[in-house]
């Protein structure tokens, strides 16, 4: 069975510090792996999509993955109090018509 | 980025009647859509995927008779909730995929049975 391992938190970090988000999968046929925000009460919004080991940057978000240890990360750098959210971390085998499978996800403060 | 739109946003409906809620994707083709539920406080839950032009796969636990989904085009997948209950409130989320993988979401619909 897939599964996806987030930490629920909360994780508080101050201001304009950097938050850093960790996930675990545990199917190695996993190929296309997604970072959501998701507010209360709203829909999950797309952060980043990383798909091959490394580091991928976009504005303030770093997505980095590590297929050999089965884990994808999400770098917030000079958080905002507008950061605060739960973060998802998805997971899918990619090429095929699989659904995501979801972490439980993450809470995130950012304490001003 | 993609635009996929849900309606509607909030319904309440009475204890035995149906409700449909529509999912659309607004500016690319989705040959694939995909129905979650979400409760309070927990992740989401995939409820099933919906496939243009075929009978939806439904996950595990999911009851099909009672979760009716159909997906007449490649913009339009509709979930009907039958006979619900008030343990059937919940917040469902459609999701489409587009070209290249990635997957957006819609804005989610609350449904609330009383």
């Known amino acids: 069975q897939k599964e996806v391992e987030q930490n629920s938190g909360p994780l508080s970090v101050p201001e304009g510090a950097i938050a850093s988000l960790n996930c675990t999968y545990s199917?190695?046929?996993?190929?296309?792996f997604f970072w959501y925000r998701q507010y209360s009460g709203k829909s999950p919004e797309l952060i980043m999509s990383i798909y091959s080991n490394g580091d991928k940057e976009d504005g303030r978000f770093t997505a980095q993955l590590n297929k050999a240890s089965q884990y994808v990360s999400l770098l917030i750098r000079d958080s905002q109090p507008s950061d605060s959210a739960t973060y998802l971390c998805a997971v899918n085998q990619g090429g095929g018509a699989d659904g995501l499978t979801f972490g439980k996800g993450t809470h995130l403060i950012i304490q001003p | 980025g993609a635009v996929v739109s849900q309606h509607p946003s909030w319904v309440i409906c009475k204890s035995g009647t149906s409700v449909k809620i529509e999912c659309r994707s607004l500016?690319?083709?989705?040959?694939?859509m995909f129905w979650y539920r979400q409760f309070p406080k927990q992740s989401l839950m995939l409820m099933a995927t919906s496939n243009e032009g075929s009978k939806a796969t439904y996950e595990q636990g999911v009851e099909k008779d009672k979760f009716l989904i159909n997906h007449a085009s490649l913009t339009l997948s509709t979930l009907t909730v039958t006979s619900a209950h008030p343990e059937d409130s919940s917040f469902y989320i459609c999701?489409?995929?587009?070209?290249?993988?990635?997957?957006?979401f819609g804005e989610g619909s609350w449904l609330t049975v009383v």
């Open positions: 999701s489409a995929r587009q070209r290249g993988n990635t997957i957006y």
């Open positions: 500016d690319f083709q989705a040959t694939t």
């Open positions: 199917d190695r046929g996993s190929q296309s």
